[in-house]
């Protein structure tokens, strides 16, 4: 995992651990399913954080690293360095998710997988499936993507704006301040507290308007990084020991999904708690051996990872091949990781990588 600071670009093992256990929890909890007729129907039988925060957090804080050298930099951050910016993030994220698209609507089209083929729009190109109002039954994944893409969009145009009429450092913390506050405030706005669970899920979790200020508290710590790096540096202990504490709390605390617990404060301090682990991360320099190399390994290709998991590879075996007993669930979701892996290693090598490399053209 590469992040910026005085022009320096090294890659952080601690950082990569960060991306690594995001992915890992994330194709965990997919592929659960798989097991619902075997011993370890519920598995691991307690809740952990959802990884998906912690990407949210980790994309905030590699981008705003980024954005905070591109408008301290000698050169204006106009027109020309929104372009560049946007083209660099594009091409890593883009061409993937376009392919996966395709696959996804073909193993719908044809039955492969169960899923509804009527729920496939135009929306889906311009990633605004799910701006402001719920979808599903269709590449169910696609949610956090669409929320990424947007904070790339909004994020960088909030920072020209602001710097037409005050310093850097003021513009950023500014842009960071409202993205924070504005999901937060909308989240109240739209309280329901006669939502069932399943519409709490697409309707607060899985909305761009409602979580963007998951992927702000990453920009929070990538000013507190850039500025104040002595700080960073010397609380990074004891921020994570109250990142760690804050986790426990939240994944033990019981709420219903129609409190306003659930629908508003649990999707700020979640991604806070995720920042709180940022300073000790990032603090981990370099590692060594096999086990090291893997991790780095999945930090690689967790984006294919991400893309691939669910309907690909999930949905495929559990429809297509149901368990009939226990040692056909165990097998299938052994199967189920061994795809993931394989599959997301060969499409990062032979096609999200080759794409990288026209970054810098």
Not at 63 to 91: H, T
Not at 137 to 151: H, M, R
Not at 334 to 351: K, P
């Amino acid at each position: 995992m590469e992040i910026n600071r005085n022009n320096e670009t090294t890659r952080i093992f601690g950082l990569d651990i960060f991306r690594a256990v995001a992915i890992l929890l994330v194709v965990f909890g997919h592929g659960l399913f798989l097991l619902d007729n075997t011993r370890f129907n519920g598995f691991p039988y307690f809740r952990m954080i959802d990884g998906v925060d912690l990407f949210f957090v980790l994309s905030g804080f590699l981008i705003g690293g980024i954005l905070l050298k591109e408008i301290n930099s000698e050169k204006k951050f106009g027109i020309d360095a929104l372009r560049k910016f946007w083209k660099r993030r594009w091409l890593r994220t883009l061409p993937n998710y376009y392919l996966i698209l395709l696959i996804n609507y073909l193993v719908v089209k044809y039955e492969i997988i169960h899923e509804d083929i009527n729920q496939f729009n135009w929306k889906f190109l311009f990633f605004l499936q799910n701006l402001s109002k719920p979808f599903y039954g269709f590449f169910w994944e696609s949610w956090s993507l669409t929320i990424e893409e947007w904070f790339y969009i909004s994020t960088p145009l909030l920072l020209i704006l602001f710097l037409n009429f005050i310093c850097a450092q003021k513009a950023f913390i500014l842009t960071t301040t409202l993205m924070i506050v504005l999901p937060f405030l909308y989240r109240i706005c739209i309280l329901d507290p006669s939502i069932d669970d399943f519409w709490y899920d697409v309707t607060f979790r899985k909305i761009v308007l409602t979580r963007l200020d998951g992927i702000a508290y990453g920009l929070l710590a990538s000013w507190v990084f850039y500025y104040y790096y002595a700080y960073w540096n010397k609380l990074k202990i004891i921020s994570a020991i109250v990142g760690v504490l804050l986790i426990l709390v939240i994944i033990n605390t019981s709420a219903p999904n129609s409190s306003f617990y659930k629908q508003v404060i649990y999707f700020s301090i979640s991604p806070f708690s995720a920042m709180l682990l940022l300073p000790f991360a990032e603090s981990i320099k370099t590692s060594k051996g096999i086990i090291s190399k893997a991790i780095t390994h999945i930090s690689k290709i967790s984006y294919s990872m991400y893309l691939l998991n669910l309907a690909i590879v999930a949905e495929v075996i559990g429809g297509n091949f149901p368990s009939a007993n226990e040692k056909n669930g165990i097998i299938n979701y052994i199967i189920y990781w061994i795809l993931v892996l394989g599959m997301s290693t060969l499409l990062y090598n032979y096609f999200e990588k080759p794409i990288m490399r026209l970054r810098d053209r």
